[in-house]
């Protein structure tokens, strides 16, 4: 029995008809290797999502240790500041001295001043206790201050309060609103600053 077969497009190659009697295309397994296919596809791109996510939560973790680990000096500093602010309160300048670091590095609240050492910030001091009485500081918070480089915590000590005292010259009550960075170095403040509205302040008491 002679077989025709018949040419292909590119007429290259001839192919018989007998041929699909031996291979036959089934639908069903095409269908089922896409299925797979797309399974592998959705597993890879949940594989790559979770590692993502596992990743963000560990940057996040890591970056909140920074953030939340409180310095082991912070308590003990912050003794310091609240007794330094207390001797002030009570005009008590030789002990406020004794808690002042030789390198100290201060911000006055004057506009356009420099930053001032020690003996410069001891007589502002003296100059408060001696232009008012009655001083009272009354902290709103007592916070850990942090490294400006690093972001880490450093045994720093911010604190934001009111104080309040008598102008001895006129009388005069005042309120005022402040806050006080103060950084540390062997049981001293060696750094920090002032931060108040020093010229109306002054000029409160000239109304």
Not at 17 to 22: I, T
Not at 42 to 52: D, R
Not at 157 to 170: A, F, Q, S
């Amino acid at each position: 029995m002679n077989r025709q077969c018949l040419p292909l497009k590119n007429n290259l190659d001839r192919i018989c008809p007998h041929y699909f009697s031996l291979v036959q295309y089934d639908p069903q397994l095409t269908v089922k290797k896409n299925i797979v296919d797309l399974l592998k596809l959705k597993l890879t791109t949940m594989k790559n999502y979770l590692l993502l996510f596992v990743s963000l939560i560990l940057f996040n973790s890591c970056e909140n240790d920074k953030i939340s680990v409180i310095h082991p000096d912070f308590e003990k500093n912050k003794e310091i500041a609240i007794k330094f602010i207390e001797l002030h309160n009570s005009e008590n300048l030789e002990a406020q001295a004794e808690l002042i670091h030789e390198d100290l590095d201060w911000a006055p609240p004057m506009y356009g001043s420099e930053n001032y050492g020690k003996a410069d910030h001891i007589e502002a001091m003296k100059m408060y206790h001696t232009m008012f009485d009655n001083i009272k500081f009354q902290a709103d918070y007592w916070l850990p201050g942090v490294d400006p480089e690093t972001g880490m915590n450093d045994g720093s000590v911010r604190t934001y309060g009111t104080w309040t005292g008598v102008h001895t010259e006129t009388g005069k009550d005042f309120v005022l609103k402040a806050y006080h960075p103060m950084a540390f170095k062997d049981g001293q403040i060696i750094g920090g600053g002032d931060y108040f509205d020093f010229g109306g302040f002054m000029a409160s008491f000239q109304e």
